[in-house]
């Protein structure tokens, strides 16, 4: 049974599409992350989500918005991609109940490439 | 930039011998994680130290934490082929009121069987 589960794994696509990806989580946690990763491996965090409140990294373009339809899911929506898009999309749950630390479960990457 | 540093940023070495990875960090912590990337994987979590801790311990793995330095170091005993992955640690600042955790710039280790 997979944790966190992101589809698709791959996607290629050309400038100035709009390409969502999708993120499942099953582990009952209470927020949930998309990180981006680069070709030097920067893991950079994009955006938190909870059933209460978006934090978003100022740095990420408006471009990219997260959805989330109900606790379980948030998915990466990404508008008229650009060559800079091309990276490694990270989704990851945690949970913030008492005493839990925090750590991140992560789903096995989705690698978009933008051509 | 939250953002650790790691070094050294790529590390090989034979089977049988010990890692030592450093991380520094820049913000108060209440606690640092370690976690570990397989090539073409998600990220998988390894050990967690407590700001109040100075060492632990889990299997092979030993991590040291100096939050008067800001730094951290994960050691593999006895490292095997399968150890080879990339490995990050992790902070969060709890001064931001976010859950965000933010990581070091990595480590890729190769043990060379």
């Known amino acids: 049974d997979t944790a966190v589960s992101q589809t698709p794994k791959y996607l290629v696509t050309q400038m100035g599409n709009d390409k969502s990806i999708k993120c499942e989580q099953n582990l009952g946690h209470d927020t949930m992350y998309w990180y981006k990763q680069d070709s030097k491996k920067f893991l950079k965090i994009m955006f938190s989500?909870?059933?209460?409140?978006?934090?978003i990294n100022e740095t990420v373009p408006n471009r990219f918005s997260p959805k989330s339809p109900d606790k379980a899911h948030l998915n990466l929506h990404i508008n008229s991609l650009e060559l800079g898009d091309s990276a490694v999309y990270f989704c990851?749950?945690?949970?913030?109940?008492?005493?839990?630390?925090?750590?991140?479960?992560f789903g096995e990457g989705s690698r978009l490439t933008v051509l | 930039s939250q953002q650790g540093e790691e070094d050294p940023q790529a590390l090989s070495i034979q089977e049988g011998e010990n890692a030592t990875m450093n991380c520094s960090y820049k913000t108060s912590i209440n606690n640092l994680q370690w976690y570990r990337q397989n090539s073409g994987r998600g990220l998988v979590h390894l050990i967690l130290i407590r700001s109040n801790e100075r060492e632990k311990h889990s299997g092979r793995l030993r991590v040291t934490l100096d939050t008067s330095k800001k730094s951290s170091s994960l050691l593999i005993t006895a490292s095997r082929a399968a150890d080879t992955a990339s490995y990050f640690c992790a902070t969060r600042d709890p001064g931001t009121g976010a859950n965000n955790l933010f990581f070091g710039t990595g480590t890729r280790l190769t043990v060379i069987p």
């Open positions: 990851a749950s945690s949970t913030r109940l008492a005493g839990n630390t925090g750590e991140l479960f």
């Open positions: 989500y909870n059933n209460k409140e978006l934090i």
